[in-house]
C-alpha cells in the first residue's frame, strides 16, 4: 500500500552524499509541505481576516489619522481647555443673572444719585467677568487634576472625581489660609463625590 508521507529514517543506512537534498520544510513531497506550511507555518495574518463581534452594531477599523484626532480630543490638554471655555460661559451666565437681580440701583426718594444705563452695564460686565473668570480656574484645574489621576490610576470611577475635587478645593482654598483649604478640600471632595454618583446612577 502506497503512502505519501515519508518512511522513518533508518539508522543503519548511511547517507548518500549523490543523493539529492529534500527543499521541504516539514515534508519532502512538495505538496504536502505547502499544505503544512499553510496551516502551520504561515504566520502572516491579513488586516481583511480581522473578525470583530458585532454585538453594538457595525464595527470599522479606525485609520491613524481618526487615532490621533480620538488621542487630541481625548488628551488631558484639550479637556482642561473645554472645561475652562465651559466654565467661563456658566460663570458669565451666572455672574449676569446675580448683577442684574442684585439691588445696588439708587433710591430716587432718598436723595441719591441715579446710576447711570452706562454704569449699570459696566457693572453688569465686571461681575460677568469676575464670575466667569472664576469659574473657568474652577473648572480646568479640575478636569486637569481629574485626568491626570484617571491616567496614573488607569481606572475611571467615582474616586477620581473626589480626588480631584479634593485637590481643587484645597488649592483654592489656600489662598485664605491652611483651614480655609482644609474646609474648602472637603466639601469640594463631597461635592464632586455626590455629583459623580448621581450622574453615574440616575
Known amino acids: 500500500m502506497s503512502t505519501l508521507l ?3 529514517p533508518n539508522p543503519e543506512d548511511k547517507p548518500n552524499a549523490d543523493a539529492p537534498k529534500s527543499t521541504g520544510v516539514f515534508f519532502p513531497n512538495a505538496d504536502l509541505d505547502e499544505i503544512a506550511k499553510h ?5 502572516t ?8 463581534p458585532k454585538m453594538y452594531g457595525a464595527v470599522q477599523i479606525k485609520t491613524n489619522e481618526e487615532k490621533l484626532v480620538e488621542a487630541a ?8 481647555l473645554m472645561s475652562c471655555v ?36 459696566r457693572e453688569m460686565r465686571q461681575a460677568t467677568h469676575s464670575y466667569g473668570k472664576n ?6 484645574v479640575f478636569a486637569a487634576v481629574e ?10 470611577d467615582w474616586k477620581n472625581g473626589t480626588y480631584a475635587g479634593a485637590v481643587t478645593g484645597g488649592l483654592i482654598g ?8 482644609i474646609f474648602g478640600a472637603a466639601g469640594f471632595a463631597a461635592f464632586s463625590t455626590v455629583i459623580d454618583y448621581y450622574m453615574r446612577h440616575r
Not at 45 to 52: A, P, T, V, W
Open 6 to 8: 515519508p518512511k522513518p
Open 39 to 43: 496551516f502551520i507555518g504561515n504566520n
Open 45 to 52: 495574518r491579513f488586516r481583511e481576516n480581522i473578525i470583530i
Open 73 to 80: 480630543f481625548e488628551s488631558c490638554a484639550f479637556k482642561s
Open 86 to 121: 465651559l466654565g467661563y460661559g456658566l460663570g458669565a451666565a451666572i455672574g449676569l443673572f446675580s448683577s442684574s437681580v442684585n439691588p445696588n440701583i439708587a433710591d430716587p426718594l432718598a436723595g441719591e444719585k441715579q446710576q447711570t444705563a452706562r454704569e449699570i452695564f
Open 135 to 140: 469659574f473657568a480656574v474652577i473648572g480646568a
Open 147 to 156: 485626568c491626570v489621576i484617571e491616567s496614573k490610576r488607569g481606572v475611571s
Open 174 to 181: 489656600l489662598r485664605a489660609g491652611v483651614k480655609a483649604g
